[in-house]
């Protein structure tokens, strides 16, 4: 599991706001838009989130995402549990976006593939 330190925390939290940015201008990947980010992550993987906001919105997101998602809160914080183990697709309507959704993933411990 990730423990989130304050500076990651604030890392993240402008990362979360760049995906809720991103989520408005994706789209399925069956769009006739040429950016598409395929990812995967075959095993759990959980994050811990101090917040019980960002833990929803990453929760939320990942879903809609089409991944396998739980959420648990004990102790002092929330863990958000996840896994995809069937390669999926997102169309993005830029490059950019693309490349900054693909860096997302990553950091998240999902494979990717990015092609134009």
């Known amino acids: 599991m990730t423990c ?3 500076t ?3 890392k993240r ?3 979360a706001l ?3 940015a991103l989520s408005a201008s994706w789209t399925p990947a069956e769009a006739a838009n040429k950016e598409v980010v395929s990812f995967r992550l075959a095993s759990w993987k959980a994050v811990h989130f101090k ?3 960002e833990a929803k919105a990453n929760h939320d997101f990942l879903k809609r995402l089409g991944c396998d998602v739980k959420q648990h809160e004990h102790d002092d914080h929330v863990d958000v549990q996840y896994r995809c183990p069937k390669w999926r697709n997102v169309t993005l309507k ?3 976006s693309a490349h900054k959704m693909e860096a997302w993933l ?3 411990g999902f494979e990717t593939k990015h092609t134009h």
């Open 4 to 6: 989130l330190t304050k």
């Open 8 to 10: 990651c925390l604030t």
């Open 13 to 15: 939290t402008l990362l």
């Open 18 to 20: 760049v995906l809720f």
């Open 51 to 53: 917040d019980e906001k």
């Open 94 to 96: 830029t490059h950019s």
């Open 106 to 108: 990553k950091k998240y």
